[in-house]
């Protein structure tokens, strides 16, 4: 409290001083200021002798009156430099007290941008980050026919929630979910994290229709991509992962209202494909900006 | 001067300086800072950007079948192309590239297709939207060696020819009740800047 009150009046200080040597006004002012003294004793000197002139009975000259005046200014300009290291001293001073307020105002500055830095952090961090969905692996191909085996994570959690075999005819493989994308203001802040949830495969050759649906839901009616884990795993906590399947059986409960609370940004279906040859696996992630995508876990 | 003004001044001076170097460091310190949050902001703008190179609008459905009106656009908004189909089927899917290209992604429409047929009998969309063999929804390089590259993917895609090992497909589609896009309903294909493929109501 008394070093803000410290402050309070430092500020106002160097303001004053700032204003009065920084400034074209505060310029003026100090030249004005100045030069108004310079006058007022020049006049005076010079009135000085004028009235002894007169007491005298006599009166002054212009020569004696110019004298007069180049003496009055000798004499200021000769006081000035034997106040020298005083004046020098109270500039010095002076500018201690701005480099001072300066220096404070910018440990402020420092402070306020160090949080900025912080938040801006860890929006960069929540935007950029992704979380792995399913990885495929073609086993084998026979007939026109591709076998996969899948594994399904789930809630951001790094360890396998389920794997599931199957085989289907054709070679670009497609792998269906539902997405649900958060408005940018809920992931940017760490609140919610944007969710998939795989639920069918299907081929180039194969309709949607015909497609083969995962088993998606465990015995409870829990997604087998989002059951809980034991334990907390990569700081994801049982209550994290109760609140996103909470929000997910929200969402896909009422859809529109989530929507019309800015909540959710979008929610539809993708199906992500990539050819696949006997040996070839591909990851899919979620990414934190929007959408599902394919890479390769070293790629990033 | 005498001694003791001599001392308060060197004092002064000493003040003076220690002031002067603390203000240059802070200020060296709150620069480096003012950049880093320029560098920053701009990741988060980079993050937050996205492109449409497509708006799509189901303009009728009976209980088997749908009209599709598809239409294309360059980064400026402006329309490049469009396309009209009937599809069989209850649900729309629209099925876009990503291409990995010099660090980024670029995006091209495939085809669109529904859940009762299989994507290989859906409707291409490259032509739709090729100008001169380049694909008009990406902004044109001012190099031309870039234009060649842009082209020849173009002309892959278009082609079913090969595509880089890290390209892929995203077919975003609607899904029953739980997300049905509207008759009527002007929808938005966003592609992010990391690939990630959404739809989005206009």
């Known amino acids: 409290m008394h070093a803000e009150r410290f402050k309070t009046i430092l500020y106002a200080f160097a303001d004053a001083l700032e204003l009065l040597t920084m400034t074209p006004v505060g310029l003026a002012l100090l030249a004005g200021i100045i030069g108004s003294a310079f006058v007022l004793s020049v006049w005076n000197g010079v009135r000085e002798r004028s009235l002894a002139c007169e007491a005298a009975g006599k009166k002054l000259g212009i020569g004696e009156g110019t004298f007069v005046m180049f003496r009055e200014l000798a004499a200021i300009l000769g006081k000035i430099f034997t106040a020298g290291p005083v004046l020098l001293a109270v500039a010095l001073g002076g500018v201690a007290v701005l480099g001072v307020a300066d220096s404070l105002r910018k440990f402020d500055e420092i402070e306020a941008d160090r949080k900025r830095i912080k938040e801006l952090s860890a929006v960069v961090r929540n935007l950029d980050r992704r979380y792995r969905i399913a990885e495929l692996r073609a086993l084998a191909r026979k007939d026109g026919r591709t076998k996969l085996s899948l594994a399904f994570y789930g809630g951001g959690s790094e360890e396998v929630a389920r794997t599931q075999e199957l085989e289907i005819a054709g070679t670009d493989i497609f792998l269906d979910a539902i997405v649900c994308n958060f408005d940018y203001s809920e992931i940017e802040t760490g609140k919610r994290i944007n969710l998939a949830l795989p639920y069918r495969v299907f081929s180039d050759e194969v309709a949607q229709d015909s497609g083969i649906a995962l088993e998606l839901f465990d015995a409870k009616g829990v997604p087998y991509a989002y059951r809980r884990p034991s334990g907390e795993i990569y700081g994801i906590g049982p209550e994290d992962y109760d609140r996103r399947l909470e929000e997910l059986s929200v969402i896909m409960e009422d859809n529109d209202a989530s929507r019309q609370n800015g909540l959710v940004r979008s929610l539809y279906g993708s199906a992500v494909h990539r050819i696949m040859k006997p040996g070839d696996t591909f990851t899919v992630w979620v990414e934190q900006t929007g959408g599902l995508v394919i890479k390769d876990p070293r790629g990033f | ?202």
Not at chain 2, 11 to 37: C, D, H, N, P, Y
Not at chain 2, 186 to 198: D, L, N
């Open chain 2, 1 to 202: 001067m005498d001694g003791k003004s001599s001392r308060g001044l060197i004092a002064l001076l000493v003040v003076f300086f220690t002031v002067a170097a603390i203000l240059l460091g802070v200020t060296v310190v709150a620069s480096f800072q003012k950049a880093e949050i320029r560098e920053l902001e701009a990741t988060v703008r980079r993050l937050g950007a996205e492109s449409v190179p497509m708006r799509f609008v189901i303009e009728e459905r009976s209980p088997d079948s749908m009209s599709v009106l598809v239409k294309f656009y360059d980064t400026a908004g402006g329309e490049v192309g469009q396309l009209e189909a009937k599809l069989p089927g209850r649900e729309l899917s629209v099925d876009v590239l990503i291409v990995p290209y010099r660090g980024a992604y670029v995006a091209f429409p495939y085809r669109i297709f529904s859940d009762s047929i299989a994507p290989k009998d859906g409707t291409a969309l490259p032509r739709a939207y090729g100008k001169g063999g380049f694909p008009a929804t990406v902004p044109l390089p001012t190099s031309e060696k870039a234009k060649a590259e842009i082209t020849s993917l173009f002309n892959a895609v278009a082609s079913g020819g090969p595509l880089p090992v890290e390209a892929f497909g995203n077919a975003v589609h609607e899904i029953g009740k739980l997300a049905a896009f509207e008759t009527g309903m002007v929808y938005r294909v966003v592609v992010r800047p990391k690939g990630g493929v959404e739809i989005v109501e206009d």
